[in-house]
Structures are given as structure tokens and as C-alpha cells.
């Protein structure tokens, strides 16, 4: 089978590798469509913690199930998504019901090979029904899982203002459940397409340009003076979010989402007198991935219309780097198997 392996930071190859073949308590999967993440575009430029070299990349993926044990209720046919972190179901972490930061956690397409291959064996037990959605929405429930996910660790709470740091693929996401926790969203980037984004596809009711305005006077006004009692860091830049901490409300949550290689600086005195909570966000659960599949059955997301960009496996080696220039627009990059 055709395989795309991140040789080297800025550097991938096409090679021919062997079809997995069906392992007790694994499925084989026919891998349909591949969404590019942030993850995907750090490991290329050689800014992704975590990261080794050569690597499969990959991990938002829609599937069908080739061949399946030890998960009687899926049928070879059916669509699906997986669940990418394979946790090792017995630590401390796992034995809380919380996988997604298993001690031991593997990552695919960071700490093991990813989906950018043909066929992928995966643990039966990692497998989501797809619920009749197409392989565009199964691609995307990975993302927007993550989203759920920093929300639900806010404990977002209806009416309260949630200021929402970056507005890529994560940051829509985190938008988008956080307004259907019933809160007042309020999104913040540099590029003022992508916030033109969030006004015109998301509808979200204020939107600031970090670049061109006084964010803490915006701030101050948006929320008659109190500041956002969220914030949540989707950026993955070290100056956005030490920055980030100087907006918080007084009483306030500060979630991070987003990662990056440095260590947080923090004014002390600032953040003491707040009594602010800082949390971080890894990953996402499978009630996480039930909640947006669930979403997105009802209509309460559209995560097709982040989709900016296709192209078809054999171009992923001459398109990617393109995708990390912010002048290209992209939203969500999506690669068509077959």
C-alpha cells in the first residue's frame, strides 16, 4: 500500500509498505479521508512536542471497517472514526476515566504512525459508529472533540462570556460548544479573515483583532467592564497565551488548549489576586466524541463549511507546505483517499 511518511521536518516521502493484517482485538481499516490539524503542520515545520522522526502523520481520519475483532456491534462496511490516543487502560489516569492523559499515552501520527496510509490496524476498542454521517463530518469529529473537550473542563455555564484565543480548527470548535453551553462567545486572532470567518459561518457576536485593537478596552466594554470569566487558549503560541493571562475576569477559569515547546510565564501578584484557575486540555474522551457526533446529527454543528481546501493523496507532497502560509487561507485542509 501507498504510505506518506514525515521523513524530516520539511520533508516527506511516498513509500510502499505492507497492508496491516487483521490481529486479535484490532480492526482493519480502509482509511477514506484525512483532516490536516495543527499537529500535522507543527510536526512538519519541526515545532510539535512530543515529536520523532520519520512519522506516519494523521490522526483526524474517516474510515471503513475492512475486518474487525473483539467488537461484535461493527460490521466490516461500515463507516467510521477512530478514537487516535491508545491509552493503556490500567494507570492512574485510566483508572480516573480519563484516557486522554493516560501516563503512557500514544498519540497516532505523533508518538506512533498515524493514518496517511491506505489501510490502518487500530484497536477495536478506539472504533465510533459513524451514525450515517459522511466521511467529511467523520474526519472533522476528531477536532471538534478536542473542542468539546476544553469546554467541558471551563465548565462553561450559560450567559457567561468565554473569550476564545485563536481561531483556527480548535478554536472553531471550542466557539461552537461553547456557545451551545450557552455562552457569550468572544473570539480573538491576528488574521481577520478567519474572524470574518467566525462572524459570517459561526455567528459569533464579537470578534477582535489582536493586531489592530486595544484588547483589554475591548474586552472591558464587551463585558461592561468585568472581563471574561473563560478563557480559553487555542493558539499554541507562547506569547499569545502569556499574554492571554492579563484578560481573565477576577474569579476566572483559564484553559489551554492549545501547546507549544516553552515554559508559561505568569505574573504572580496578577494571578493570585484573581484567584484564577488554570487548567490545561489534552485531547478528549469518547463522551466527547458522542457529544459532537450528537451535535452534529442535530444541526447544532456544520463542520463541513470549515473545510477550505482537498486534495487527493498523491498531492498531500507538493501541497502541504503551502498550507502553513497564512496568506493560503486555510481553514481545514482535507486529504480525499480514493
Request: glycine fraction near 10%; charged fraction near 20%.
Amino acid at each position: 500500500m501507498k504510505t506518506l511518511v514525515c521523513v524530516t521536518p520539511g520533508q516527506f516521502a511516498y513509500e510502499q509498505t505492507e497492508v496491516p493484517i487483521l490481529t486479535p482485538g484490532n480492526a482493519l481499516l480502509k482509511i477514506r479521508q484525512i483532516g490536516v490539524c495543527g499537529t500535522d503542520l507543527h510536526a512538519f515545520e519541526g515545532t510539535q512536542p512530543y515529536f520523532n522522526y520519520p512519522r506516519i502523520l494523521g490522526h483526524e481520519l474517516a474510515a471503513e471497517v475492512v475486518a474487525v475483532d473483539g467488537a461484535p456491534d461493527f460490521v466490516p462496511g461500515e463507516s467510521v472514526t477512530i478514537i487516535p490516543y491508545q491509552n493503556c487502560t490500567h494507570c492512574i489516569a485510566c483508572r480516573s476515566g480519563k484516557p486522554n492523559c493516560c501516563v503512557s499515552l500514544k498519540v497516532a501520527g505523533v508518538h506512533i504512525d498515524g493514518g496517511m496510509v491506505e489501510y490502518l490496524s487500530v484497536p477495536s476498542r478506539l472504533l465510533v459508529h459513524g451514525e450515517g454521517l459522511g466521511f467529511d463530518e467523520l474526519a472533522l469529529v476528531e477536532p471538534l472533540a478536542i473542542g468539546a473537550h476544553g469546554v467541558r473542563r471551563a465548565a462553561v455555564q450559560p450567559r457567561e462570556f468565554v473569550l476564545v484565543v485563536g481561531a483556527g480548527p480548535i478554536g472553531l470548535g471550542i466557539m461552537e460548544f461553547a456557545r451551545i453551553a450557552g455562552a457569550t462567545v468572544i473570539a480573538l486572532d491576528i488574521n481577520e479573515a478567519r474572524l470574518t470567518f467566525c462572524r459570517e459561518k459561526l455567528n459569533v457576536p464579537f470578534t477582535i483583532n489582536a493586531a489592530s485593537a486595544n484588547v483589554h478596552e475591548e474586552l472591558r466594554s464587551i463585558t461592561n467592564g468585568d472581563m471574561p470569566t473563560v478563557v480559553i487558549d487555542a493558539t499554541g503560541s507562547l506569547r499569545a497565551m502569556n499574554t492571554a493571562f492579563s484578560y481573565l475576569a477576577h474569579g476566572g477559569r483559564y484553559v489551554l488548549v492549545g501547546l507549544q515547546k516553552g515554559d508559561i510565564s505568569v505574573n504572580h501578584p496578577e494571578f493570585h489576586k484573581r484567584e484564577a484557575t488554570l487548567m490545561s486540555s489534552r485531547n478528549a474522551t469518547k463522551a466527547d466524541f458522542e457529544l459532537v457526533i450528537s451535535s452534529m446529527k442535530s444541526g447544532a454543528v456544520d463542520p463541513t463549511t470549515y473545510i477550505t481546501h482537498r486534495v487527493n493523496f498523491d498531492q498531500v507532497g507538493d501541497e502541504f507546505a503551502n498550507w502553513l502560509d497564512p496568506g493560503n487561507g486555510v481553514i481545514k485542509a482535507m486529504v480525499m483517499m480514493s
